[in-house]
């Protein structure tokens, strides 16, 4: 008995203290796959802040909107179906404590990784928001459109799926995706990181690429070696943002946000 007292103390305190965290921010959850986690700038040293980060710093620099908290519990390489059969969802987004909103960004490994897509990506779509809606019943969701990663061609069908989810769960998309194609139109690769192979670049830069060498490749988070290798093959075939990039979604994003707080504040 003594055990039972002491082990429901631990959960009623442990409670209190998951809850007190939270207490007096706006809680808001970033779910979605590489375009959104940002896996590779994260390795680079020096580099600046991150997408949930600039999150939070743009909306604090908006002195009539609430303190916000913003968790990014996104993973490389990650779709819906893998979301939950890995286990990933249940262990580090369904308990979260206080989520607010939830902005969810997927489609392009659905695309690439899921026979029948058309069909199984808007089935695993509604499979997370009914979960999602379970799970954190007070969060406002927003499904999102991918950025222009692929070509336009393929952008525009995964888009439409995610549009088509959402009109049926009757819940508003951001669409993100005009604004980052507007942005590419002021430099095509002005906005994504270059990833080249070492054993592609010719062996007399190797020493020019040394400080840039990851594993087997060359990344580079900006355009300094363009003048130098930017005539290889494939150079620019990368498309996942740079910071610069996760920059132009973070602005985006706290644009968006920054809305939908105060039509609440005006609510409330």
Not at 100 to 120: H, P, S
Not at 140 to 152: D, G, H, K, S, Y
Not at 207 to 219: A, C, E, I, M, N
Request: hydrophobic fraction near 40%.
């Amino acid at each position: 008995m003594a055990r039972v007292f002491i082990a429901l103390i631990t959960v009623i305190v442990l409670a209190g203290l998951a809850k007190a965290e939270h207490d007096g921010k706006v809680q808001i959850l970033l779910l979605g796959d590489s375009t959104t986690e940002g896996s590779i700038p994260r390795l680079m040293k020096p580099a600046g802040p991150h997408l949930e980060t600039v999150l939070e710093q743009l909306l604090a620099a908006e002195a009539d909107l609430p303190p916000c908290h913003v968790i990014n519990s996104s993973l490389s390489g990650e779709y819906i179906r893998r979301l939950f059969d890995s286990g990933r969802y249940d262990r580090d987004a369904a308990k979260l404590p206080g989520v607010d909103y939830i902005f969810i960004r997927y489609g392009l490994n659905d695309r690439a990784r899921v026979d029948e897509f058309t069909t199984a990506f808007p089935k695993h779509f509604h499979e997370l928001i009914h979960r999602l809606r379970i799970d954190h019943p007070s969060a406002q969701l927003i499904p999102m459109t991918v950025i222009p990663f692929a070509n336009e061609e393929v952008s525009q069908e995964i888009n439409d799926l995610v549009k088509q989810v959402a009109e049926k769960e009757k819940i508003n998309v951001f669409d993100i995706y005009p604004r980052y194609a507007a942005e590419l139109k002021k430099g095509h690769n002005m906005l994504n990181y270059r990833r080249y192979p070492l054993a592609k670049i010719p062996k007399k830069f190797h020493t020019l690429v040394q400080p840039f060498v990851r594993k087997s490749s060359v990344l580079i988070m900006a355009n300094e070696l363009d003048p130098i290798l930017g005539n290889l093959p494939g150079w620019y075939g990368d498309r996942h943002p740079n910071l610069a990039g996760y920059n132009v979604i973070a602005d985006e994003t706290a644009r968006y946000l920054a809305n939908l707080l105060r039509e609440q504040k005006l609510s409330d």
